[in-house]
T-cell receptor, first 113, second 115 residues
């Protein structure tokens, strides 16, 4: 079945360093890849997304890259800050599969001051 | 933060109880979703409703029964649950039904504990 693998499961970085989270997906028809951030005790919130017609997208300190051939996409956070500490989820969706996002297992990011 | 609301925020119930979770979205969206979030597991899609019609039922046990009376409200009726059903239940909504390319906005969740 459809599957999204996310790595690492935990990531600890020093404030100011960069963090990279990687996901691979199995359904080659997937064409929408959002990233959600979930702070402790709060709801998941979309931080960035990318569609299959684009290879890279950037929004201030966060960027996402997509390699459709290899079926993987990555989240890059530069100049990390303590408030970036949260669980990050990647997901893959397919326009032909109504509403169904397949989520990765999540990465717990800890940014140490 | 008030676009999608859920009540109650916390619920403790016995295995013989019947309870309902409520979700309301104030975003004018046409699609609504129920997800289950358990520790150490990915978000699991349970149900998708589009324009009040169920379009996805992700092999969820019948002890979970959804209801969508209109495009702004979504319920999850619970009966004879098991302890392994304890989890955070998240509601989400999106603008349109035309595939998984729409941003989904999540509610704060209901933390359910089944004793």
């Amino acid at each position: 079945g459809e599957n999204v693998e996310q790595h690492p499961s935990t990531l600890s970085v020093q404030e100011g360093d960069s963090a990279v989270i990687k996901c691979t997906y199995s359904d080659s028809a997937s064409n929408y890849f959002p990233w959600y951030k979930q702070e402790l005790g709060k709801r998941p919130q979309l931080i960035i997304d990318i569609r299959s017609n684009v290879g890279e997208k950037k929004d201030q300190r966060i960027a996402v890259t997509l390699n459709k051939t290899a079926k993987h996409f990555s989240l890059h956070i530069t100049e990390t800050q303590p408030e970036d500490s949260a669980v990050y989820f990647c997901a893959a969706g397919t326009s032909s599969n109504t509403g169904k996002l397949i989520f990765g297992q999540g990465t717990t990011l800890q940014v140490k001051p | 933060e008030t676009g999608v609301t859920q009540t109650p925020r916390h619920l403790v119930m016995g295995m013989t109880n019947k309870k309902s979770l409520k979700c309301e979205q104030h975003l004018g969206h046409n699609a609504m979703y129920w997800y289950k979030q358990s520790a150490k597991k990915p978000l699991e899609l349970m149900f998708v409703y589009s324009l009040e019609e169920r379009v996805e039922n992700n092999s969820v046990p019948s002890r979970f029964s959804p209801e969508c009376p209109n495009s702004s409200h979504l319920f999850l009726h619970l009966h004879t649950l098991q302890p392994e059903d304890s989890a955070l239940y998240l509601c989400a909504s999106s603008q349109d039904k035309t595939g998984a390319e729409e941003t989904q906005y999540f509610g704060p969740g209901t933390r359910l504990l089944v004793l």
